[in-house]
Every structure is written in structure tokens, then in C-alpha cells.
């Protein structure tokens, strides 16, 4: 990708960013007139934690989206479709309602549990150059037995009100989370992109083969293996703090690599730019929901990535048709 767009890139994340500490922009001059130390309050332990939190989970999807399609050489492969996300909520609500280590340690370990077995299993079920149809079903089977599975734990949870606890947790939300939070998910995010950005080079020769990148000096097997391993531990992770979030880690890297002339490895920095705009914005827009309506953030990008989605696909069927 060109400089001139990653700065443009990297101008729309700080304008997001200002945007989401100042919305609602109407209740802070009033706040900060009638008493501004809890007005600095709110904007440092409530806004400035969702705006980082949107920014790294948003990050983590576009990145982990982008190394995932170069390893599956498929660019319907995502955190969300291939199960990692629920797989990854999963694990959390398994450790939070039944084992009761409802710590953010513990559900953060029990969102990298289920991530990683979910990718374990797709890759077992689908193999490692998976096609389309292939990749979709035993993504839609891993979903539907995370989902069976989350709601058969929270039926079965000592706490009759779990799922109702849980509904907003599950359908993704950025609301209330603390600094401590942002920090559980942050770190192994963060270290999650800084592995992909290091294995640019790999992904892009995997693109031209197996046996190429192994002949160049790469050990496909490791990377494969490290990559579903740092997947696992940034998604969960993410995942264990904010709930599931759908399609940015599709939408994103579908339009880094037309940015980087379809190159896999080369998308992974860019994808995690334009994850964390998609996410940002998502997060603002969900603030001007009628007065006492709440819209989960997973909500709003699921109705938006689902025609694209839908248009991704039928454009892959149309292209394959000779």
C-alpha cells in the first residue's frame, strides 16, 4: 500500500479517535462547566478505554483476518466464519458460568482455549488449502456447535440471570469497560499483529505454493501452527473482554489486499488499519441510538457485513464460471 494512504489511514484513526471521546458531544461542555474533575473522569476511565478497546479489537480482527486468508488461500476465511469468535466466546462463558473463574485472567484464558480449538478443528475438517464450500460448511459446523454449547452453558449456569448478564457481553460491547480491561486484551493483541507483521514475507511466498515457501527457507508447518496459535491468543482474548464481534476481520482484509494488488502478507498491516476504523466508527454510530435503546455493536456489524458477505461470495461464484 502506498504511504500517502497509510497516512490517510493513519488520520482517520486519530479523527475517529478524538470523535469517540467527545460523543455524545452535548453532555460534556455541560459536564466540564458544573464540575470538571468527574467530566475528565468520564472521558479518561469510561470514553478513553472503549475508544482503545475499538481500536485494538478492531486491529486484531483486520490483522488476524488477513493472516488467516493467506494460510487458508481463501478470502472468505475470518475469525467469525471460520468459528474462532465463538469458539473463543465459548471458552469464556464455559469459564466464567460453569468453572466460575470469572476473573479477566480466567476468562481471558478460557477465550484463547476455545479460539484455538475451534481453529484446531477447522483446520483438521477443512485442511490447510481448504476451498470455498469446504471452508464455509465446516465454519458453519464449528459455529453451530459454539453457539449450541454457549446457550447450553448459560441454561446450565448456578445463576439463573447468566444469560441475561451475558446477552450484552455476547452480542459485542465496548460500554463500561476499564482500563485494566483494555489492558487484558491489548497486550496479546498487540503481540498477536506484531507476529503478523513479522511473518509478511512468509505469507506472501505461501501464496505462490507450499513446496515454494519451503524451497525459500519457510517452515510451513510452524507458521501454520503459529499463526492459528496467535490467532487464538488475540481474538480470545479480545473476545473475553468485548464479546464477539462479526465481519471486521472479513471486510477488512478483503480490501487491504486490493489496496496491496493482492498481495496476502502485505495486507496484514493495512487490514488492521482499516479493522480499526470500521470498528471505531461502528462503536460511534452505535451512540445515536434512540434515547433508552442500546445496540450491541455486533449487531450493527453484522447488518452491515452481511451483504458484503453475501456480494463477496456470489462475486467468487460468478468469477469461477468459465
Given at each position: 500500500?502506498?504511504?500517502?494512504?497509510?497516512?490517510?489511514?493513519?488520520?482517520?484513526?486519530?479523527?475517529?479517535?478524538?470523535?469517540?471521546?467527545?460523543?455524545?458531544?452535548?453532555?460534556?461542555?455541560?459536564?466540564?462547566?458544573?464540575?470538571?474533575?468527574?467530566?475528565?473522569?468520564?472521558?479518561?476511565?469510561?470514553?478513553?478505554?472503549?475508544?482503545?478497546?475499538?481500536?485494538?479489537?478492531?486491529?486484531?480482527?483486520?490483522?488476524?483476518?488477513?493472516?488467516?486468508?493467506?494460510?487458508?488461500?481463501?478470502?472468505?476465511?475470518?475469525?467469525?466464519?471460520?468459528?474462532?469468535?465463538?469458539?473463543?466466546?465459548?471458552?469464556?462463558?464455559?469459564?466464567?458460568?460453569?468453572?466460575?473463574?470469572?476473573?479477566?485472567?480466567?476468562?481471558?484464558?478460557?477465550?484463547?482455549?476455545?479460539?484455538?480449538?475451534?481453529?484446531?478443528?477447522?483446520?483438521?475438517?477443512?485442511?490447510?488449502?481448504?476451498?470455498?464450500?469446504?471452508?464455509?460448511?465446516?465454519?458453519?459446523?464449528?459455529?453451530?456447535?459454539?453457539?449450541a454449547g454457549t446457550a447450553l452453558a448459560l441454561a446450565l449456569a448456578p445463576s439463573p440471570f447468566a444469560f441475561y448478564d451475558a446477552y450484552a457481553w455476547l452480542m459485542g460491547s465496548l460500554v463500561d469497560r476499564s482500563l485494566p480491561q483494555l489492558a487484558f486484551a491489548a497486550i496479546p493483541a498487540l503481540a498477536a499483529i506484531?507476529?503478523?507483521?513479522?511473518?509478511?514475507?512468509?505469507?506472501?511466498?505461501?501464496?505462490?505454493?507450499?513446496?515454494?515457501?519451503?524451497?525459500?527457507?519457510?517452515?510451513?508447518?510452524?507458521?501454520?501452527?503459529?499463526?492459528?496459535?496467535?490467532?487464538?491468543?488475540?481474538?480470545?482474548?479480545?473476545?473475553?473482554?468485548?464479546?464477539?464481534?462479526?465481519?471486521?476481520?472479513?471486510?477488512?482484509?478483503?480490501?487491504?489486499?486490493?489496496?496491496?494488488?493482492?498481495?496476502?502478507?502485505?495486507?496484514?498491516?493495512?487490514?488492521?488499519?482499516?479493522?480499526?476504523?470500521?470498528?471505531?466508527?461502528?462503536?460511534?454510530?452505535?451512540?445515536?441510538?434512540?434515547?433508552?435503546?442500546?445496540?450491541?455493536?455486533?449487531?450493527?456489524?453484522?447488518?452491515?457485513?452481511?451483504?458484503?458477505?453475501?456480494?463477496?461470495?456470489?462475486?467468487m461464484r460468478w468469477s469461477a464460471r468459465p
Open positions: 500500500m502506498r504511504p500517502g494512504l497509510y497516512l490517510l489511514f493513519v488520520l482517520l484513526v486519530l479523527a475517529l479517535t478524538i470523535a469517540s471521546l467527545t460523543v455524545p458531544l452535548h453532555s460534556l461542555p455541560e459536564l466540564f462547566e458544573t464540575d470538571p474533575d468527574l467530566a475528565w473522569i468520564v472521558v479518561a476511565e469510561l470514553r478513553l478505554p472503549r475508544a482503545l478497546l475499538a481500536l485494538v479489537y478492531g486491529a486484531v480482527l483486520g490483522a488476524s483476518g488477513a493472516a488467516i486468508q493467506a494460510l487458508f488461500a481463501n478470502p472468505l476465511a475470518s475469525p467469525d466464519i471460520t468459528g474462532a469468535t465463538g469458539g473463543a466466546a465459548f471458552g469464556a462463558v464455559i469459564t466464567a458460568y460453569l468453572i466460575g473463574f470469572a476473573s479477566p485472567f480466567g476468562v481471558a484464558i478460557g477465550g484463547v482455549a476455545g479460539a484455538g480449538i475451534a481453529l484446531a478443528l477447522l483446520l483438521m475438517l477443512a485442511g490447510p488449502r481448504a476451498e470455498t464450500a469446504t471452508l464455509l460448511l465446516a465454519g458453519i459446523a464449528i459455529s453451530a456447535i459454539t453457539g506484531a507476529y503478523f507483521a513479522r511473518c509478511t514475507p512468509a505469507l506472501d511466498r505461501l501464496a505462490l505454493g507450499e513446496d515454494v515457501a519451503e524451497a525459500m527457507g519457510h517452515d510451513v508447518a510452524a507458521l501454520r501452527r503459529n499463526i492459528i496459535i496467535a490467532t487464538a491468543i488475540g481474538v480470545g482474548a479480545a473476545v473475553s473482554v468485548c464479546g464477539a464481534v462479526g465481519f471486521i476481520g472479513l471486510v477488512g482484509p478483503v480490501i487491504a489486499r486490493k489496496l496491496t494488488a493482492g498481495h496476502p502478507g502485505r495486507a496484514v498491516l493495512p487490514a488492521a488499519l482499516i479493522g480499526a476504523v470500521l470498528l471505531l466508527a461502528a462503536d460511534i454510530a452505535v451512540r445515536f441510538a434512540p434515547p433508552d435503546r442500546s445496540v450491541p455493536i455486533g449487531v450493527l456489524t453484522a447488518l452491515l457485513g452481511a451483504p458484503f458477505f453475501l456480494w463477496l461470495v456470489a462475486h
